[in-house]
């Protein structure tokens, strides 16, 4: 039972150009998302997060965009740079008794070619 | 303190061993978590500590598996007669809030 799904594995994007990276998710009961970056042999990273309350969150060249009704969000890189190449990975917070847990996707590998 | 810190980084053990690997929270971080990654699928949950209680533990943790956090500080995720499939990068996370993760760099276990 996938909660959260990342459908494309990987995603090739010429440096300077938009990367969208998108996500499902099936439980209506997640009430927060986040998104985190990882490198080969790192662990994940934070990158930007959003509530349920809100419909975009923006950090610098990183946006997130949730459609509550389609139970879909994405993420926008502009301008994607080299340096962005990684594997993204889509996770939903959800409260389970007295703690939160995040349920992940299986990450899109994205690379931004110079 | 620089973030979480994972020990050892790599581990390669024979199948039927037992392998301990230790995590380092931020210090005042109070929530531990710990996941599993697999090649080609994000982390899993496996368990998570507030303080030094263990407060949930995923159906993927058998019996095989132990964690413990006795101080409310460090914490040690073992495992026992260590099967093939229990080859997996193992994360550990901590928080201040219920909301915001960090995570460690990992081990990586390998059984043979």
């Known amino acids: 039972d996938q909660q959260v799904k990342q459908n494309s594995p990987s995603l090739s994007v010429q440096e300077g150009r938009i990367s969208i990276l998108n996500c499902d998710y099936t439980n209506s009961m997640f009430d927060y998302f986040l998104w985190y970056k990882k490198y080969p042999a790192e662990g994940p990273t934070f990158l930007i997060s959003i509530s349920s309350i809100k419909d975009k969150n923006e950090d610098g060249r990183f946006t997130v965009f949730l459609n509550k009704s389609a139970k879909h969000l994405s993420l926008h890189i502009v301008p994607s740079q080299p340096g962005d190449s990684a594997v993204y990975f889509c996770a939903a917070s959800v409260r389970v008794d007295s703690s939160y847990k995040l349920i992940f996707g299986s990450g899109t590998r994205l690379l931004v070619r110079p | ?112």
């Not at chain 2, 790599?10 to 210090?27: A, E, L, Y």
């Not at chain 2, 993927?60 to 500080?73: H, I, Q, V």
């Open chain 2, 1 to 112: 303190d620089t973030g979480v810190s994972q020990d050892p980084r790599h581990k390669i053990t024979k199948r039927g061993q037992n392998v301990t690997f230790r995590c380092d929270p931020i210090s005042e971080h109070n929530r531990l978590y710990w996941y599993r990654q697999t090649l080609g699928q994000g982390p899993e949950f496996l368990t998570y500590f507030q303080n030094e209680a263990q407060l949930e533990k995923s159906r993927l943790l058998s019996d095989r598996f132990s964690a413990e956090r006795p101080k409310g500080s460090f914490s040690t995720l073992e495992i026992q007669r260590t099967e093939q499939g229990d080859s997996a990068m193992y994360l550990c996370a901590s928080s201040l809030t219920e909301r915001g993760y960090t995570f460690g760099s990992g081990t990586r276990l390998t059984v043979v």
